[in-house]
C-alpha cells in the first residue's frame, strides 16, 4: 500500500470523525475537483484555449463545492456569483500585467530540464500564467465568500428589522476579519511552495538582488499578489451581491420597514 493512499484512507478518517456527514460530503467534493482539474490539463494539451478551460472549470469547481455541501440557497448563489464576478476582474487586472512582466515561459535557472522536453506543445505560456494564479486563488475566494454569505444569512434570518444598508455593512466587516488571516494563509502556501527554490538560490550565492530579479522568483510574487488582489475584491463583491439576493422579492418584509420608518 503506497504512502499517499494511507494518508488519503487517514485523510478520510478524520473528516468523518470531526465532521460527520458534512466531512464526508467534503471529502468526495475533494476528489470529484480533484478529478475536474485533471480533466481541465487533458482538454488544455489537446488544444483548447486553457484560459476559457480554466474559467469552466472554476464555475464547475464552485458549483460543486458550494452546492454539494451547503445545499442550493440564496447564500450559495450569492457566493458562486461573488467567485466568478472575482475570476473574470481578476484576469481583466493581471492580464496584460502578466504579459508585460514576461513571467511566462521558464527561466535560465531551468535550461537543463527544458534540454530533455518537447519545444512543439502548442501551448501560450502567458495564459498558462493566468490558470496558474486562478487555480490557485480559486479555494481561497470560495472560503471567504461563503463565510461572509454565510454570516450574512444568519444576521438577516435573525433579525427581521435590519435594513439592507446594514446588513452591507455587516458583511464588510466580517469580511475585514477574514482578510488578514487568508492573505497570510495565500502567502505561506506560496513560501511553502517555493521555499526549496529560496534555498537553492543562496546555495549558488545569488545575491538579494539577483534573487528579485529572477523570473522564477518573479513569477511567484506575481501570483502572490494577483491571489491578494483577489481576496480583497471578493470582500465587498460578495457583501453587496449577497445584500441585494437576500433582500430580493421579499414585499411583506419590506413593507413591514418601511411602516417601521
Known amino acids: ?42 482538454i488544455m494539451t489537446i488544444g483548447v484555449d486553457p484560459l476559457k478551460v480554466t474559467i469552466i472549470g472554476c464555475i464547475i469547481i464552485t458549483s460543486i463545492t458550494l452546492f454539494y ?6 447564500k450559495t448563489v450569492s457566493s458562486l456569483l461573488s467567485v466568478i464576478i472575482v475570476v473574470l476582474i481578476n484576469i481583466i487586472l493581471t492580464f496584460k500585467m502578466a504579459t508585460a512582466a514576461k513571467i511566462q515561459g ?9 534540454s530533455a522536453m518537447s519545444a512543439y506543445i502548442q501551448l501560450n505560456f502567458s495564459t498558462i500564467v493566468m ?12 472560503d471567504v465568500s461563503i463565510s461572509i454569505s454565510s454570516s450574512m444569512n444568519e444576521l438577516f ?34 513560501i511553502g511552495g517555493f521555499m526549496t527554490l529560496i534555498i ?30 483577489g481576496i480583497i475584491l471578493i470582500i465587498p463583491i460578495t457583501a453587496m451581491i449577497t445584500s441585494k439576493i437576500l433582500f430580493f422579492k421579499f414585499p411583506a418584509r419590506k413593507a413591514h420597514l418601511k411602516a417601521k420608518t
Request: proline share 1%; glycine share 8%; net charge positive.
Open 157 to 190: 434570518n435573525n433579525n427581521s428589522s435590519i435594513t439592507k444598508k446594514a446588513l452591507l455593512k455587516s458583511g464588510i466587516n466580517i469580511g475585514k476579519d477574514i482578510l488578514g488571516t487568508m492573505t497570510n494563509t495565500l502567502l505561506f502556501a506560496y
Open 69 to 74: 455541501i451547503n445545499g442550493f440557497s440564496k
Open 1 to 42: 500500500m503506497s504512502v499517499p493512499f494511507v494518508l488519503l484512507i487517514i485523510l478520510f478518517v478524520l473528516m468523518i470523525a470531526v465532521g460527520g456527514k458534512r466531512g464526508a460530503k467534503s471529502f468526495f467534493t475533494l476528489i470529484v475537483n480533484f478529478v475536474t482539474l485533471f480533466i481541465m490539463l487533458g
Open 106 to 114: 521558464f527561466s535560465w535557472e531551468q535550461a537543463e530540464s527544458i
Open 200 to 229: 537553492w538560490f543562496y546555495d549558488l550565492h545569488y545575491s538579494a538582488l539577483d534573487i528579485l530579479n529572477a523570473k522564477v522568483f518573479c513569477a511567484e510574487v506575481f501570483q502572490i499578489l494577483s491571489s491578494g488582489i
Open 131 to 142: 490558470c496558474e494564479i486562478l487555480i490557485g486563488l480559486l479555494g481561497a475566494i470560495i
